[in-house]
């Protein structure tokens, strides 16, 4: 029974949030990984992990999102398995956490905001000022990728990781994952 409750949420392990490292000179550093198991929006047992598209990104299939960093410095990272083997997907850090409603979890998290929602603009809506995550499936359904920037998320900006049909700056979104982003300085 233990194990049927947890089905829905994977691991998750905060290593250090502000602390200091060893010697005392060198900037505090930030690292987070959360993860989950995708169920569908309706499933008995919620999930942070909701699939809106089994057949992509199927029920019981698992995602992790690393985040690490320091003051004006971080990394995010995406593990996938169990997704469609070849599809390239999408994959975005957006401004609020995941619901029923695809649409719950906003736009982009924009590090320079467009001040027209939603962005289209490519001086806002592009790789350098968003976080984008796509990846391409192996032939055993993981993949995964990482973006790094210097500079970090605001405070309460960035709530979830969404992954969509199509690679780029939008497309159908198949699935999102609501991830405790947080600054890192």
């Given at each position: 029974?233990?194990?049927?409750?947890?089905?829905?949420?994977?691991?998750?392990?905060?290593?250090?949030?502000?602390?200091?490292?060893?010697?005392?000179?060198?900037?505090?550093?930030?690292?987070?990984?959360?993860?989950?198991?995708?169920?569908?929006?309706?499933?008995?047992?919620?999930?942070?992990?909701?699939?809106y598209d089994q057949k992509l990104v199927p029920a019981g299939s698992s995602i992790e999102v690393e985040q690490r960093g320091g003051p004006g410095d971080m990394a995010v990272t995406v593990r996938v398995k169990g997704l469609k083997p070849g599809h390239a997907y999408g994959a975005h850090v957006h401004q609020k956490p995941c619901g029923a409603d695809p649409a719950a979890a906003g736009g982009h998290y924009q590090h320079r905001e467009d001040p027209v929602q939603p962005s289209k603009d490519p001086a806002?809506?592009?790789?350098?000022?968003?976080?984008?995550?796509?990846?391409?499936?192996?032939?055993?359904?993981?993949?995964?990728?990482?973006?790094?920037?210097?500079?970090?998320?605001?405070?309460?900006?960035?709530?979830?990781?969404?992954?969509?049909?199509?690679?780029g700056g939008a497309g159908d979104r198949v699935a999102c994952?609501?991830?405790p982003f947080a600054p890192v300085g």
């Open positions: 029974m233990v194990a049927g409750m947890l089905a829905g949420t994977l691991a998750v392990a905060v290593f250090a949030a502000g602390g200091g490292v060893a010697g005392g000179d060198e900037a505090p550093c930030y690292r987070q990984r959360v993860g989950a198991r995708f169920a569908p929006p309706t499933a008995f047992i919620p999930s942070s992990a909701i699939t806002y809506a592009n790789p350098e000022n968003e976080v984008w995550l796509d990846f391409t499936a192996n032939p055993d359904g993981s993949g995964g990728a990482s973006a790094r920037h210097g500079w970090e998320f605001r405070a309460g900006g960035a709530g979830s990781v969404v992954l969509h049909r199509e690679q994952f609501t991830v």
